[in-house]
């Protein structure tokens, strides 16, 4: 405890809980999955599905799938860090602008577990392709190779923003996520050099970097500053 310049001791208050910006997010997150569909189920409890995150761009980043609950596995991602591909400097939650969800349940209901297994496989197989096609960069940070599968007819899926239009304009800033993903990129090499890794990982290295030039390359242009050095 401080004492002011009277001798009278200050209290001193700790800053407790999560910072505002973070606990907005996640509160648009919490919205988003209790949001209901046609038959008035909740997004978030179905318990089969797949998922893709996009960046502020509208271009997608990641793909995956989940047979425990769509909210439960993609706030994981998110949220607490409690994943590979967040701990790998993989996927960084910073740069998640939108999530888009298909929940998968009235397709795999009566299956076998293995027959689910398989539908799920193939249903995460058609995202990837969709959003590779959609892809200005025709590749997204997933770091384990998608084996080929039979695509399927995809049930309706469900999109929307993650971040408030309070702290939208910050997080979107060019220079801000420049410098964001730059550090990731620093991160993933430092995994890399320390560890025995996979082809994959070294993709997901490889796209970063082309992610980094083509934001970087924006700014530049969007700045109106040349980018050849004139020779003598």
Do not use: C
Request: hydrophobic share 35%; glycine share 6%; no cysteine.
């Amino acid at each position: 405890m401080k004492s002011s310049k009277s001798g009278t001791p200050q209290p001193q208050f700790e800053v407790v809980g999560l910072p505002e910006d973070v606990a907005a997010i996640r509160a648009e997150i919490r919205k988003f999955f209790a949001s209901k569909d046609g038959n008035g189920k909740r997004i978030g409890s179905y318990k089969h599905g797949v998922y893709a995150f996009y960046d502020y761009d509208g271009e997608p980043i990641y793909v995956g799938q989940t047979e425990e609950k769509l909210s439960g596995r993609v706030s994981r991602h998110l949220t607490n860090q409690r994943t590979d591909a967040v701990a790998m400097n993989v996927l960084d939650p910073f740069e998640v602008a939108y999530i888009e969800v298909w929940p998968l349940d009235d397709l795999v209901d009566g299956l076998l577990k293995k027959d689910q297994k398989t539908l799920l496989d193939r249903a995460e197989y058609t995202v990837f392709q969709k959003v590779l096609r959609e892809s200005e960069l025709g590749a997204v940070l997933n770091e384990k190779e998608m084996a080929p599968r039979s695509e399927i007819k995809l049930p309706q899926s469900y999109k929307q923003r993650i971040i408030p239009e309070a702290i939208y304009t910050q997080r979107k800033h060019p220079d801000v996520r420049i410098a964001r993903r730059a550090t990731t990129i620093a991160n993933l090499a430092r995994v890399i050099s320390e560890r025995d890794v996979s082809d994959g990982l070294r993709r997901t290295l490889l796209t970063q970097a082309r992610r980094l030039e083509s934001l970087a390359g924006l700014r530049v242009k969007e700045l109106g500053i040349t980018t050849d050095f004139k020779k003598k």
